[in-house]
């Protein structure tokens, strides 16, 4: 009997997402702090394409706002 043995899933993908989130958010924060609006437009126009926008902005927003926050004790 042959047995087949299946392959678990690459976690590439996920890195690459991640990765992908956390330059989204840090070009949003630099466009931020560099006083520019940070839109749709002004995303791809910086080289994002509209569908990535579209797809990873809504973390990248969350994630840029966490990292932007300054915590004192």
Known sequence: ?????TTPPHPVMSSCHASLVDRMASDMREMAFAGQNVSTETL????????????LSGEAISRARR?????QA
């Open 1 to 5: 009997m042959i047995r087949y043995q």
């Open 44 to 55: 791809v126009h910086r080289g994002w394409t509209l569908p990535t926008v579209k797809r």
């Open 67 to 71: 990292q932007s926050v300054r915590r």
